[in-house]
């Protein structure tokens, strides 16, 4: 059953908050089917834990997106993420052939779909629609949270 991009969102924002629980960045990521409203693929920051750079949230789901459809395109999908994402992801986005993006938190440092780059927007390129903004009180909060306890916990 289809939902609200905002019901789509707050499940990603549990999954944000398990990446937190593990000392993870608390970013979170989705893969809807937009004709059916059904989960298809999910994926938090892992980067340290699996001490691996393509750990990250949008990749991973993408990777069970795959995995659950059989296929390397997902042309029917929507991909719902806490945080703008980055050039690496915004890359696989496109080459996965996902429709659109929505994201939370907008990130002015390594953002690629509005932020920094408009990766979406390049010549050449398979077309993916995104909106920015989605509950991004709260995805931005759950970051500075979460970045406010390393900077104490770094403390000497």
């Not at 999954?15 to 990521?29: F, S, W, Y």
């Not at 709260?138 to 403390?155: T, Y």
Request: glycine share 8%; proline share 3%; net charge positive.
């Amino acid at each position: 059953m289809k939902q609200t991009p905002e019901f789509y969102m707050q499940y990603a924002i549990a999954l944000a908050k398990q990446a937190a629980a593990l000392g993870e960045v608390p970013v979170g990521a989705v893969i809807v089917r937009r004709t059916t409203g059904e989960i298809v693929g999910e994926g938090y920051n892992q980067r340290e834990i699996r001490k691996h750079v393509l750990s990250h949230a949008e990749l991973l789901a993408i990777d069970a997106a795959c995995q659950k459809l059989g296929g390397w395109r997902l042309p029917d999908c929507a991909l719902y993420v806490t945080l703008e994402p980055c050039i690496m992801c915004a890359g696989a986005i496109l080459q996965a052939r996902i429709a659109e993006v929505c994201f939370g938190a907008y990130d002015f440092k390594n953002g690629a779909v509005s932020s920094l780059i408009q990766a979406f927007s390049l010549p050449n390129q398979y077309r993916t629609t995104a909106q920015g903004g989605i509950l991004q009180e709260e995805c931005s909060q759950l970051l500075s949270d979460f970045f406010c306890r390393l900077r104490k916990k770094n403390k000497f």
